[in-house]
């Protein structure tokens, strides 16, 4: 509040000063009651004044606790800063270090105060240095975000892969000439792409090994057939033999991956889940590194199992899609929870091979759809041959599809019902979608004429 200067003191004195001696008795009527009334303005004033003063004080109260609530603020933004899981910078035009938190300080493997105003530049290694100074470039030449992988050759220690991810500051005239930069040490993402490149490479390796065995029984069976001058409808028995040959070896790659590996991915995601449920005991990268171990392993599982369904779906070939159907949608339900009714002819006979496989991989789909974003506790599956259609029908009590928002913007459907789609139009098909709030319902019909067998 500011002072008043003394005169200025002096005439609020004299405002404020109490009205004359009361009236004496010689006065007359009209000059007591001036008098009075004069006392009850000077009260009034008076009581006016000390209720201002009142609020000033609850209003100096007011920001004296604002004004801590904005330091602890400003104490808690600091700590999340420099503790965050990553590193955070500020990188000038030139690539010098303006502003680095805890965490990057550390990444980079030096003190935070030696490293400000220096260049990034310094700790990256010699041979990621174009990809650096490539990084700066689009910083300065797109406006938006730029993210670029490389190695920091920090001292005394091995060479750290990270991520930069960095963004423009902008100023009053939207021009930028910083960027803030996050900085995420990748080592056990790279580990984890090396330990997935080795078992890829391991499995073609195989795969070329069978089939090169292949092509000698095949040599070998044309070599017999000629040596015994067989006819022209023995070669049509050796193709036979060949294909009954080539999609055992599929049955054999897909159980195997199916009974082998797949096993043994299940008892990795049991050995993580026990260190998850001791996660609270671990530090901040710990954690981090097992919800990391855990998304990379549940994205191989997936990955193996669609490899294995696309080798060789299982009953399709031995029992029909009758069949197949009830045997995934039992497993699905102990997998999941979610209870599936499923409404099948018992006299349902088999149908084109191109007709059961999409249909198959149709069921699949939608039941996964279901799992993972319906929340649904139960689904309905219906099949049913008409005249010379066969039409699928799936349900679900859950939550629906998103409804898309009130300014036009296209709501996508995700690459599972896209892939859907797809399937039963090279079939000459038709799919509809209902969806609402009480659950969504997927019809599929295809032509059961000209089918391949």
């Known amino acids: 509040m500011k002072k008043h200067k003394p005169a200025a003191r002096l005439t609020m004195k004299r405002s404020l000063r109490p009205p004359g001696p009361k009236p004496r008795p010689g006065r007359s009527p009209a000059a007591a009651t001036a008098t009075i009334q004069s006392k009850a303005e000077f009260q009034r004033v008076v009581h006016e004044l000390q209720v201002h003063q009142e609020e000033l004080e609850a209003q100096n109260e007011e920001l004296r606790e604002t004004q801590q609530l904005l330091e602890a603020s400003r104490d808690r933004y600091a700590d999340l800063y420099d503790f965050a899981p990553i590193g955070y910078a500020t990188l000038d035009e030139k690539g010098h270090i303006r502003e680095i938190n805890l965490t990057g300080a550390t990444i980079l493997g030096r003190e935070r105060s030696r490293l400000l105003g220096t260049l990034f530049s310094v700790a990256v290694a010699r041979d990621d240095l174009s990809a650096f100074h490539g990084h700066l470039r689009q910083c300065q030449q797109g406006g938006g975000p730029v993210t670029t992988e490389l190695t920091l050759a920090v001292r005394d220690r091995d060479p750290v892969p990270v991520q930069l991810h960095s963004v ?147 009953l399709l070939d031995e029992s029909g899609l009758a069949a197949a159907v009830r045997w995934f949608a039992d497993g699905f339900t102990q997998r999941s929870g979610v209870q599936v009714k499923l409404e099948v002819p018992p006299d349902l006979q088999r149908l084109p091979g191109t007709i059961e496989m999409a249909l198959f991989r149709i069921v699949q789909e939608g039941l996964t759809n279901t799992h993972r974003h319906s929340g649904s506790s139960t689904a309905t599956i219906r099949l049913m041959v008409v005249q010379n259609h066969v039409q699928l029908e799936m349900r679900d009590t859950g939550k629906g599809l998103p409804k898309p928002p009130s300014d036009g913007y296209v709501v996508p459907l995700g690459v599972g019902i896209t892939g859907m789609r797809e399937r039963v139009k090279q079939l000459g098909g038709q799919m509809e979608m209902e969806s609402d709030s009480e659950g969504t319902k997927v019809r599929v019909i295809l032509p059961l004429s000209g089918a391949v067998q």
Do not use: C
């Open 168 to 314: 423009p500051i902008l100023d009053l005239i939207g021009q930028s000439t910083t960027y803030r930069t996050a900085i995420t040490d990748i080592t056990e993402r790279k580990q984890a792409e090396k330990i997935l490149r080795l078992a890829h490479d391991e499995l073609e390796d195989r795969v070329r090994e069978r089939t090169a065995e292949l092509a000698g029984a095949v040599a070998n069976l044309r070599k017999e057939i000629s040596e015994r001058e067989r006819a022209e409808q023995g070669l049509r028995e050796l193709s036979v033999r060949l294909l009954q040959t080539q999609d055992e070896e599929r049955r054999r790659i897909a159980r195997e991956l199916h009974d082998s590996t797949g096993q043994k991915m299940a008892a990795l995601a049991m050995n993580l889940s026990l260190i998850g449920k001791s996660a609270e005991t671990l530090d901040a990268r710990a954690r981090k590194a097992l919800a990391e171990s855990l998304a990379l392993l549940d994205q191989s599982s997936r990955d193996i199992r669609t490899l294995s369904y696309l080798l060789h779906p299982p």
